[in-house]
């Protein structure tokens, strides 16, 4: 898509006019995964020899909700804008009006 774009801003800038690109999402998709994600042969031997290539547990999370025993895994990635947390994990559907929550 990229290269489409920077022939066509090559040929307005040479030759003048406007161009058209048509791209497939969807044929570029597969494009990619022809090629393979990745060689799984050194992904095995890699895996696991040292503390960048190691696999690490997830955190996870455990709440009682309205609806039972709930488990699961938090988000992995840390934002320093929001909160990371929420008042109830898991709550019947129409349990509630429904109404913005109070912020703080």
């Known amino acids: ?10 040929r307005r800038a040479v030759d003048g006019g406007g161009y058209r690109v ?4 969807s044929r570029v998709a597969l494009w990619i995964l022809s090629m393979g ?3 799984t042969s ?17 955190e996870v999370f455990t709440a009682e909700t309205p609806l039972g025993h709930c488990q699961g895994v938090t988000d ?4 320093s ?3 990371g947390t929420y008042r109830q994990v898991l709550v019947p559907r ?5 109404q ?4 703080a």
């Open 81 to 83: 804008d929001t909160p």
């Open 42 to 58: 050194y992904a095995e031997e890699i895996a696991g020899t040292g503390e960048l290539h190691a696999y690490p547990d997830p």
């Open 22 to 25: 048509h791209v497939s999402l």
């Open 1 to 10: 898509m990229t290269a489409g774009i920077a022939e066509a801003l090559r």
């Open 94 to 98: 129409g349990s509630q009006r429904a």
């Open 100 to 103: 913005w929550l109070p912020t």
């Open 76 to 79: 992995q990635v840390k934002m």
């Open 37 to 39: 994600v990745f060689d």
